[in-house]
């Protein structure tokens, strides 16, 4: 009994000393969504994606902070990353946030948007393989595009003569495409404060496509166990790749993460994150010949851009 009672206080005076200096640690509040493959934040694959994958990874070799996860629509996402202690593994640059983030090296590349249709109705849209052409397919009032306008963001546009801000979270063509065609009724501009359609809006006959990448299907077809029933195509007017970044609070914290984050990320490390990649996108290529030479050896390439510079 003896041995029992001091055994336990040494282990309470342990347990209480780890919890004491967890306690002194600083904490980092780091943000995801719920995007399949790219956040997994439930179920079989929990935090197997490509943006929650890495942000394990850097949480396991940043030992010296505690960490906490927080999982946000775009509503509070835009929220958050305004605060003191929040970073992000994985995501583009947004224009004028240099102001209120500091960024590393980049660290990925998001594959190129394109749109999903249901397999059904190629047809009506082209042979797998083909890159259609958004104008055209608008030009047709019998197909319905669905667009989140939650996903936009502000970016001032130096013209003299209109001077207004231009909401861009694709291309300049494609933003140019949609007011065009707003009004009509073959653009349901959603409200809705997710990242993506939910692939039922295509079962239901609620839209015809959306914008969105390959993996979303790929995914929902291994998670179920079913035959793919989903197509994607690229389209002309988003034919660049996007780079992706780590991103910390442009605070005296923020900047002290962000530099123990720039000393951690190696080859090793951002390879390790390119087989999350081809795992749920597939291999491809010209996405590995992309990705080694701008990510991995840092140079510039005409085939990669961010929302912030096109």
Known sequence: ??????SSLILFLLAGSV????????????LGWEQVPNFIPYGEYHGQGLGDSFTNRLQQMLPQYNHEMVIA???RYNQLIHEEDVCVAWA???PGSEDYRVHSRAVSLAPRTGIQILKSKQHLFGN???????????????????YL???????????????????L?????????LEKYRGENNIHFSSRSEVEFNLSMLDSNRLDYFFGFPAQAIFDAEVRGIPNKYQ??????????????THCSKTAFGKEVMTAINEIITTDLLLEHLAHVERWYGENKNYREVFMDYVINQNPSKLVTHPEYD
């Open 1 to 6: 009994m003896w041995r029992f009672m001091v």
């Open 19 to 30: 919890f004491s200096e967890d306690k002194g640690k600083e904490t980092i509040r780091w």
């Open 232 to 245: 994607f195509y690229n389209i002309e007017e988003i034919n660049m790749f996007t780079s992706m970044h």
């Open 92 to 94: 583009w640059i947004v």
């Open 73 to 75: 629509n775009t509503r």
């Open 149 to 167: 306008e939650e996903l936009s963001y502000t970016k001032k546009v130096p013209d003299l003569t209109l001077g207004y801000l231009e909401e």
């Open 169 to 177: 979270s694709y291309t300049k063509k494609v933003h140019e495409l």
């Open 128 to 146: 797998p393989g083909e890159v259609l052409s958004l104008a055209k397919l608008l030009s047709n009032p019998d197909l319905t595009l669905g």
